[in-house]
C-alpha cells in the first residue's frame, strides 16, 4: 500500500517504530504537492519550509524516545478561513490577500498541540460561500477524479487534497454542508460535528449560528481521531458547548445491531439522481444485514430549509463581514476621497460576486420594514425544522440519507444561477439548521465520480455517527477506491 | 413583493457596497429570483412559534470581570494598511 493510502494509526506506528521519519513523511508530502497540484490546485498557500524544519525537530523528538500522540508528525492541511498565526489566511477573497493572523484558531492550536505539521493552507469558496470551489478568486479547486469536474465546496480544496493524498487529513468548515458536500464529491470522509462541540474561535464567521469546524479524512478512524484532538469546550466562543468528550475511537465497535434508522422519504423523492438513491438503498441493506432496521420517515419541512438556510445565512454573512473595511487588515483602495468612500471602494474592490450577492441578500432581509418577513420568519421555520429532527429521534438513532442529490457537476455548469447552485444543498442544509452532527462516507461511483452517503445524529453523540459509519465501512470497500491521478 | 434597481441602490449603500450599472442589473434580478423563492415561506403558519438565532440552550454567556493581558499594540497594527502613533489611520472623517 502507497505510504500516502495508510490510515493515520500506521503511520504513527511507523514513526514509532522508527521505519519512517516525519521529514521523509513531510517531504513525501509535499512531493506528492509537486506531482498533483497543477492538475488539482487545492491550496493557495504552502507552508514548506516552516514544515520541513518542524519536522526536523519532531524527528529529534522522535529520538528521544517516549509515547507520542496519534497526529504526531502527520500532514496536515488547513482550510484557509481558519487563522493560522504567521502564515497568510486569505478566505480565497483578493480582500485577505495580505492578511497574516497574529494568533492561532483554536482548532489549530490544539492541531499544534498534538504536533501534527502544518502543509499549507487550503482552497475555498472565497469566504466560504458557495458549492463548487469556483467561487474562489484565486482559481478554482477541481475533482481529482475528473478535473472537468467540480471538488465541491465550500472545503473544496479541503477534500481534493484529502483525495489526491496530499495530506493525511485536513480541516474544513461547514455552514450548509461545506464539509460533506466536498467530502462526498471526492470520495472521502467528511464529518460536521454537532454545533458547539469544535470552536468556532479564528475561524472566520460567515454565519455564526451555523459555522462548525470539522475534519476531512480517507476513513472514518481517522476522522475520529483527528475530532478527538480539535473537540472541546472553549471560553473563547461564547457559544462553545461545555460537554464531557467522550473517546470516540472507543465507539468503533463494528457493531450496529438493533439500531434505528429513520430514512426521510424528502431525501429520496424528486431531484434525487437513481443512481444516488440506488447507491443509499444498497447502503441500508448493508445496515440490514448487520441487525440495524430502517424505516421511512419524514422530515416534513424540508422544503423550505433552502429559502430559510439562505435568509439566515446572508443575514448573519452581512453583519459578519461589515468587520472588512480596509481600516485593520486586508487590502486598502486606493485614493478614497474620504472615510465612507474607504469602506465602500475596499469593499467593492475586495469582495466577488457571490459574496457581494450574499451580504446584498442579508442586508435586505434585515432592512428596516422586512426584518419580520423575512428574517425573524426564517427564524421561526428554522424552529419548525429543528423540530423534525427532535420529532425523528424521539424514535430513531440515526437518520440516512444522500450527502447531495447528484455527484459533482462539470466546472461551469451552475454559474450564473445561483438558485439553482443552492438546490444542491438540500440534504445537508436542514441538518445545519437542526445543529446536529453528520458525517459523509463514499458509498459508490457514477460514472467515475464519487457519491456521498450522509449519516446523521442527535445533538453532541457523534459516537453513534462514527460507529455507524465505522460499521459500514468495515463491510464495504467504497473508501479504499482512489482516483488515478 | 418585488425589488427595484432604485432598492438595490439603497441597500448598497447600507451595505457599503459600490456596484457598477451591469452589477446593479444582474443582483436586481438574482436578488428578486431569490426573494420569489423564499416567499415560499409564507405558505407556513407560524403562528406562535419561537424563533431560533441557535440551537444551543445558552444565553448571556458571562466571564468574571477580571482584567487580562491584550494583544500587544505593534502586532495589532502588522496587518493594518496605514497606521501611526500606534494607532489605525484613515482619511478625515470630518471635513
Known sequence: MALNDLRLHDVHNKLNSKELSVAELVGASYARIAETEPAIKAFITLNEENARQQASELDKQLQEGGERGLLFGLPAGIKDNIVTEGLLTTCASQFLSNYNPIYDATAVRKLKAAQSVTIGKLNMDEFAMGGSNENSSYYPTRNPWNPEYVPGGSSGGSAASVAAGQVYFALGSDTGGSIRQPAAYCGIVGLKPTYGLVSRFGLVAFASSLDQIGPLTKNVEDSAYVLQAIAGYDERDSTSANVDIPDYTSALTGDVRGLRIGVPKEYLGEGIDPRVKEAVLKALSVYESLGATWEEVSLPHTEYAIATYYLLASSEASSNLARFDGVRYGVRADNPSNLIDLYRKSRSQGFGPEVKRRIMLGTYALSSGYYDAYYLKAQKVRTLIKQDFDQVFSRYDLIIGPTAPTPAFRIGEQVGDPLTMYLNDICTIPVSLAGVPAISVPCGVADGLPIGLQIIGKAFDESTVLRAAHAFEQHTEHHMLRPQL | ?95
Not at chain 2, 444551543?56 to 493581558?69: G, H, S
Open chain 2, 1 to 95: 413583493m418585488s425589488i427595484t434597481t432604485k432598492d438595490v441602490e439603497h441597500v448598497a449603500n447600507l451595505a457599503r457596497l459600490e456596484l457598477s450599472d451591469s452589477e446593479k442589473e444582474q443582483f436586481t434580478g438574482q436578488l428578486n429570483a431569490i426573494l420569489k423563492y423564499a416567499e415560499k415561506l409564507n405558505g407556513l403558519d407560524t403562528e406562535g412559534v419561537e424563533p431560533t438565532s441557535h440551537v444551543l440552550p445558552i444565553t448571556n454567556v458571562m466571564r468574571a470581570d477580571e482584567e487580562r493581558p491584550s494583544l500587544p499594540i505593534g502586532k495589532v497594527l502588522l496587518n493594518a494598511p496605514d497606521d501611526e502613533e500606534g494607532q489605525f489611520k484613515v482619511p478625515a472623517v470630518l471635513e
